[in-house]
């Protein structure tokens, strides 16, 4: 259960012209919780589910006329695996951060504060804290928004 | 006529198969093949295999290219079109509320099905639902 994660690496490139496929590119990848490490390569964990996402991605940016090569790794040492875990859980503790503030600040628009958490939730791969947190805040919190 | 496509089928490939099945051909077999086996076996039609005709494109589900290639223009067929791209694979904008628990659902079936085969007709059940369901609202 404690051996090394495996990770998924894609390294690609997009023809400069035009710049909304750029975009669109690196809109997906964000709203799949990538990493960007080192302005090069782009990390998520392994599963499934990523690894269908990525490997449909890959092939959208050849459609686009690029290039796109998608790795599975190991961290070489565990230093950087728990560095790049914490890369991850930064990302989406501050999101749900941020969920929390708002709930907190009456009043609260439930409807689309929930949409957000499912956004985020989407892209917990090491299931935050913060997370449970903000579930519980949601599921506590009336119309007024007083959350308590 | 044979119908080729990768193991492990989750939302896309089970409501391909059901497509294929219920408006494209009535006798469809299946066969299922590890990811990446290449060459593909011959005198079968692949689908939803990277690359094929009949699979993704331009960020829309290998469903979205059947209706194409086999010009089926039901409105229900186009909504499911939609809420399978969402399942299969994160879109800019999240419309449609079936999507999310269909992916579950559908990951769910491959878990619970003893091979690829039963996993398509469950999958073809949970489709019939579906458009059942979206058919009542139209």
Wanted: proline letters at 6%.
């Amino acid at each position: 259960m404690n051996g090394p994660k495996t990770w998924l690496l894609l390294t690609y490139k997009v023809p400069r012209h035009p710049s909304a496929r750029r975009v669109y590119v690196w809109r997906k990848l964000k709203q799949l919780g990538a990493i960007l490490l080192h302005d090069s390569v782009w990390v998520l964990p392994n599963s499934d589910r990523s690894a269908e996402q990525l490997r449909w991605l890959a092939e959208e940016i050849k459609e686009f006329g690029g290039r796109a090569s998608l790795w599975t790794s190991h961290a070489a040492s565990e230093e950087q695996e728990s560095e790049l875990v914490r890369a991850f859980s930064q990302d989406v503790d501050k999101a749900y951060s941020q969920i929390l503030a708002r709930l907190r600040r009456p009043p609260a628009d439930l409807s689309t504060l929930s949409k957000r958490y499912q956004e985020v939730m989407a892209r917990d791969y090491f299931h935050s804290l913060v997370g449970e947190q903000v579930r519980a805040a949601l599921m506590k919190t009336k119309g007024g928004g007083r959350s308590r | 006529m044979r119908w080729v496509t990768w193991e492990g089928i989750k939302v896309d490939r089970m409501a391909c198969g059901w497509l294929i099945r219920r408006f494209i051909d009535p006798k469809a077999e299946f066969v299922f093949i590890p990811p990446g086996t290449r060459p593909l076996p011959k005198g079968a039609e692949p689908f939803d295999i990277p690359g094929v005709r009949l699979s993704h494109h331009r960020g829309h589900c290998s469903f979205h290219a059947m209706l194409k290639a086999y010009k089926l223009k039901d409105p229900v067929l186009s909504r499911m079109a939609r809420i399978v791209d969402e399942a299969d694979v994160v879109q800019e904008a999240a419309i449609e509320p079936a999507a999310p628990g269909l992916d579950f659902v559908c990951r769910g079936i491959r878990r619970t099905s003893p091979d690829d085969y039963v996993a398509m007709e469950r999958g073809g059940m949970i489709c019939d639902a579906l458009y059942a369901e979206l058919q009542a609202r139209e």
